[in-house]
């Protein structure tokens, strides 16, 4: 049975070594002149700049080879630091950041190296084969639905190249997840900002 489009962008799921995700997340903060909007799943990339009390900064990662990418955002922005992770302007909505913003928000990344992540993948290319394990594939940018991240993982360009953004690990172990367009993958981001690229098999 053919898969569905519907990408929701990265989820963590468990780690490295097979335990699973513990919901950890490191703050990290998205300034007032960001011009991207953002949902959950999104994946973030430091900014180079950061909150008035040194909270680090984050931005939209960009998908492609040699673009390093720090985790998916997991929570909504929140605009004091330490409050509730949503934006008072629209309480109904605890997933989106606009792209107009009128204040800078808080948000929490997993920025953890070692976490593997599920991701859905694209098509825009032939689909992965069991002969892809190992092998290293870069995002694919979407604008969300209004709920959750339009990212997806990208079939053109999949080689053992270093700087590739994400380690093809295998598919996720679901009922009717099967390798085609659109199945979903566990994956490692590869290039990481606290980790360099390794090469694929």
């Known amino acids: 049975m053919a898969m569905t489009s519907a990408p929701f962008g ?3 799921v468990r780690y490295l070594n097979g335990a699973p995700w513990n919901n950890q997340m490191t703050l990290y903060y998205i300034a007032s002149t960001d011009t991207n909007a953002y949902a959950i799943g999104d994946p973030a990339t430091l900014s180079g700049d950061g909150s008035a009390l040194g909270v680090p900064g984050v931005t939209l990662a960009t998908a492609g080879t040699g673009d390093v990418v720090l985790g998916p955002i997991v929570t909504a922005g929140a605009v004091v630091e330490g409050g509730a992770f949503v934006d008072p302007a629209n309480m ?3 997933t989106i950041i606009p792209a107009t913003k009128t204040y ?3 948000v929490g990344v997993v920025d953890d190296p070692n976490v593997v992540f599920a991701i859905r993948e694209s098509n825009d290319s032939t689909a992965f084969t069991s002969a892809n394990i ?8 979407g604008a969300n639905n209004g709920y959750v991240s339009g990212w997806g993982l990208a079939e053109t360009g999949v080689a053992t190249t270093s700087t590739l953004q994400l380690k093809l690990l295998g598919l996720q172990r679901t009922q009717g997840n099967i390798f085609g ?3 979903i993958w566990h994956v490692l981001i590869n290039n990481h900002q ?8």
């Not at 092998?135 to 940018?141: C, F, G, I, K, Q």
């Not at 606290?194 to 098999?201: C, D, F």
């Open 10 to 12: 990265l989820t963590p």
């Open 92 to 94: 109904g909505n605890t």
């Open 104 to 106: 800078g928000y808080f």
């Open 134 to 141: 190992g092998e290293n594939a870069n995002l694919v940018s």
């Open 181 to 183: 367009h659109f199945a």
């Open 194 to 201: 606290y980790r360099s690229g390794i090469t694929g098999v």
